[in-house]
């Protein structure tokens, strides 16, 4: 099913989602449970949204690398400094292909009845791409600062913001799970 068909919904399920949505569902601070076509929908709408957002800054930073090549600085790089270009080059470009992959997927098994494999490749398919935008901005980071920043200051400050990815992209949602997890366990107690 594509994004723009509108499923068949049965009566409970139309019940059920407009008891959600008009005030007369669980009180404030629970969520009312969902089908599973509304689950699997609602979390291709979030891909999508997340997909858009990922994608235009992973093409922005391609296409810059991509001119870096053509400067006349350039040619003036060390050869240490060309192989961290060709390795950032390669991880943007691979971060590119696997960000946009989910729409191609998308595309290609449009009504074949996938949508939840879709729904979970496309998912596997960010976490990649997402692992490869962040070394993708490492490397960019780190050809720059070591053009503009003297001595081991470039490294220093590119682990220090790989490290802030790290916890912003990775650790905070595991501990955000971890705490909601042990909430859900305490109140099932």
Same mark, same amino acid.
């Given at each position: 099913?594509?994004?723009?068909?509108?499923?068949?919904?049965?009566?409970?399920?139309?019940?059920?989602?407009?008891?959600?949505?008009?005030?007369?569902?669980?009180?404030?601070?629970?969520?009312?449970?969902?089908?599973?076509?509304?689950?699997?929908?609602?979390?291709?709408?979030?891909?999508?949204?997340?997909?858009?957002?990922?994608?235009?800054?992973?093409?922005?930073?391609?296409?810059?690398?991509?001119?870096?090549?053509?400067?006349?600085?350039?040619?003036?790089?060390?050869? !240490?400094?060309?192989?961290? *270009? &060709?390795?950032?080059?390669? =991880?943007?470009?691979? /971060?590119?292909?696997?960000?946009? $992959?989910?729409?191609s997927i998308h595309r290609l098994l449009s009504g074949q009845r996938m949508k939840d494999e879709v729904v979970g490749t496309a998912g596997r398919l960010m976490m990649c791409g997402m692992?490869?935008?962040?070394?993708?901005?490492?490397?960019?980071?780190?050809?720059?600062?070591?053009?503009?920043?003297?001595?081991?200051?470039?490294?220093?400050?590119?682990?220090?913001?790989?490290?802030? !990815?790290?916890?912003?992209? *990775? &650790?905070?949602?595991?501990? =955000?799970?971890?705490? /909601?997890?042990?909430?859900?366990? $305490?109140?099932?107690?």
């Amino acid at each position: 099913m594509t994004t723009t068909e509108q499923p068949v919904r049965t009566a409970e399920e139309d019940t059920a989602c407009c008891a959600r949505h008009d005030g007369h569902g669980p009180g404030p601070g629970t969520e009312a449970p969902e089908t599973a076509r509304e689950r699997v929908n609602r979390r291709w709408n979030e891909i999508l949204q997340e997909t858009r957002v990922t994608q235009t800054g992973v093409q922005i930073l391609f296409g810059f690398l991509l001119s870096v090549a053509f400067t006349p600085l350039f040619r003036e790089l060390e050869t !240490f400094d060309r192989v961290v *270009y &060709v390795v950032t080059v390669v =991880l943007g470009a691979a /971060a590119t292909g696997t960000l946009i $992959a989910p729409v191609s997927i998308h595309r290609l098994l449009s009504g074949q009845r996938m949508k939840d494999e879709v729904v979970g490749t496309a998912g596997r398919l960010m976490m990649c791409g997402m692992v490869l935008l962040a070394l993708t901005i490492g490397c960019t980071l780190l050809l720059i600062l070591r053009v503009v920043v003297p001595g081991v200051l470039a490294e220093v400050l590119v682990g220090g913001v790989m490290l802030w !990815f790290g916890l912003c992209w *990775y &650790v905070l949602p595991l501990l =955000l799970r971890r705490r /909601a997890g042990r909430r859900s366990v $305490a109140d099932d107690a």
